[in-house]
């Protein structure tokens, strides 16, 4: 039996798992990253708790098949580098070089929310299906797109940037500098902003009862809470919210028809309170209706995605 | 060696042509589509002229490899069905099984606008390319996705629909229904009746001196035309197209990062007038800057796209 093992590289954290053939993670290990001390250090971090998981799982090493990394930023997958992320500081960073100082293995390096699609590509809602595209709804809108169980990112690797496709002509500044993005309108931080310019406008609306009138702490259920209990503002922000998400979720569909449409994040808590209204409106919005639409799900593979889908990257080579 | 036909199956005219494993076209030969006489009827033009081309080209019948008909609408590839087309009727019509009453050959069905990105991927201005999208400027905008050199269109063959991506929240109304969908905009039909609104407001612009004063004469070049005379209108004119043109092409950039996005329609005739500032702009816009960038460039195949495209079908299987 073969293992890999898969890396979550983040801002905050790095986390390292072990993963089984079929995407199931066997235990992981994490460390803050501590970004400001250099890739050289934080790579030896991730080589030694990759020695420990598979020693806590009782795993040879010499069992581990390939080693795969999940990073923000964009990769150069050739190279096994990260060209640029500026919040880790990387430029043209060789992490699979790195890597390979240590440990003599493939190594390969990806985009984390395109690891997050491969994870469910493999072991999530998207499992035995062909063709997905994976959408968290977070800080900004991150898209994963699965072609033929593979990972689709473009000649250059910096495509699937789901959330700065405009969806508003000349409309919200977004912080790319492009006008009317579509993580402008549908990300978290966007409800969240909508949701607090209704409670500020709107001072007997139950939102700001719900966080004691303090408008930071609304977060991007709150909307969701006030409307469930039948605040009109509340309704009124979630069904504007739908729209926009609505725009984007059919112009994927009519782009890429995947068979299914993943949404992560806080948001996917929902479930079918977020996912019926969505798909009721897309598949009235879709352009072609006579044949049978993609479904709409919520993410499976969790907190555990990256890792999952950074481990199963050479299993599902993309080139 | 082994030959190829091609059919382009339009609302106005039937095209067969006969192609060599390059995507050179050999000969063709068009006759009206008389769509309400229904599909077996046209089924038999499209064998005879098949049988026409090839006799006239001195090609063994028997060397014929593979048969392939673009047709506008949503094709089922598995049935060899066209699923829908209202304008020529076709309701699950079965084109394959039809042509296979009279000839014993492999025939391929798909969407017309995805045989013109195949003729460009195999024989235009994406030759020895894996990744480019090919997009005609007409009287909506057509779509097609190639995708390692294969034509990419989702998992009921209804995606690709590059026109009907929003790019206009609560925008111009489109004839799909939604509002702000970029063939509203960037159409041909768009610039038109954008050149037409800005003559009729702006009753001393070159654009109507070019017309005869006759609104009717405005076609999708009259604008550049007066622009390039320097006619201040004209250039207003140009300047908003082209924003339009880019919101969508940098959305496409930003989803696909194909390594090239080929223009076709009449508007491409214009080349580096519209080309260069098209390109300039969309580079300014697009999200990932440190990676090299896609081109845009002009379709190289014109009138034989869909009759090539068709031809290629079996060679470059899509599924």
């Given at each position: 039996?073969?293992?890999?093992?898969?890396?979550?590289?983040?801002?905050?954290?790095?986390?390292v798992g072990v993963v089984d053939k079929y995407g199931k993670m066997l235990r992981k290990e994490?460390?803050?990253?501590?970004?400001?001390r250099g890739y050289?250090?934080?790579?030896k971090d991730i080589v030694q708790l990759a020695l420990k998981v598979t020693e806590e799982e009782d795993i040879d090493f010499k069992s581990i098949k390939y080693f795969g990394v999940g990073c923000p930023g964009i990769p150069n997958k050739h190279e096994g580098t990260i060209v640029r992320n500026y919040i880790l500081g990387f430029v043209n960073t060789p992490i699979r070089a790195e890597l390979q100082k240590h440990i003599n293995l493939p190594v390969y390096v990806e985009n984390d929310a395109n690891c997050a699609a491969l994870a469910e590509s493999v072991a999530g809602a998207a499992e035995d299906i062909d063709f997905s595209v994976t959408i968290k709804l977070g800080v900004g809108i991150g898209g994963g797109i699965i072609i033929n169980n593979k990972i689709y990112s473009g000649f250059n690797f910096a495509g699937?940037?789901?959330?700065?496709?405009?969806i508003a002509h000349e409309g919200e500044l977004c912080t790319c500098g492009r006008r009317g993005c579509w993580e402008a309108y549908a990300s978290a931080t966007a409800l969240v902003n909508q949701t607090k310019k209704a409670a500020y406008e709107n001072p007997e609306s139950l939102i700001n009862i719900i966080?004691?009138?303090?408008?930071?702490?609304?977060?991007?259920?709150?909307?969701?809470?006030?409307?469930?209990?039948?605040?009109?503002?509340?309704?009124?922000?979630?069904?504007?919210?739908?729209?926009?998400?609505?725009?984007?979720?059919?112009?994927?569909?009519?782009?890429?028809?995947?068979?299914?449409?993943?949404?992560?994040?806080e948001l996917s808590k929902l479930g079918d309170n977020l996912i019926k209204p969505l798909t009721e409106l897309a598949h009235k919005k879709v352009y072609s209706k006579e044949v049978r639409l993609p479904s709409i799900k919520v993410a499976e593979t969790g907190s555990a995605a990256i890792v999952i889908g950074a481990a199963m990257l050479g299993r599902y080579m993309d080139r």
């Open positions: 039996m073969k293992y890999y093992i898969g890396v979550e590289l983040g801002v905050r954290n790095i986390i994490a460390v803050p990253t501590l970004k400001d050289s250090e934080i790579i699937a940037e789901l959330g700065h496709m405009v966080v004691n009138n303090d408008l930071d702490k609304i977060n991007e259920l709150t909307a969701f809470e006030a409307a469930k209990q039948g605040d009109k503002v509340g309704k009124l922000v979630v069904q504007k919210y739908i729209e926009y998400l609505v725009e984007g979720i059919v112009n994927i569909m009519n782009i890429f028809m995947p068979e299914v449409i993943i949404l992560s994040g």
